[in-house]
């Protein structure tokens, strides 16, 4: 999905002017999981987010809350390697 967020550049009926696609940030983005998919739907939305700039506030379902602390120390190890 990253891939196919890009902005397009539109032509436009008047002259030396175009007509650019932008995107711009939300700000934060909720994502509730339930407990059949734990980490997938938080993953995908994860993804999406980072990539245009977004803050992720997840609640993972309460039965799962091991699975949303190995996640998260995983997404932390990366993120300060990288």
């Known amino acids: ?17 175009i007509m650019m696609e ?12 339930a407990f059949n998919f734990p980490c997938a739907v938080y993953g995908w939305n994860l993804a999406l987010a980072m990539i245009t700039g977004n803050m992720t506030l997840w609640k993972p379902a309460p039965s799962t ?5 190995a996640i998260y120390k995983i997404i932390q190890e990366v993120l300060e390697k990288n």
Do not use: D
């Open 65 to 69: 809350p091991l699975i949303a602390i």
């Open 22 to 33: 932008n995107w711009n940030p939300l700000g934060i983005v909720g994502v509730i999981s």
């Open 1 to 17: 999905m990253s891939r196919s967020i890009n902005g397009q550049i539109i032509p436009s009926e008047r002259a030396n002017h």
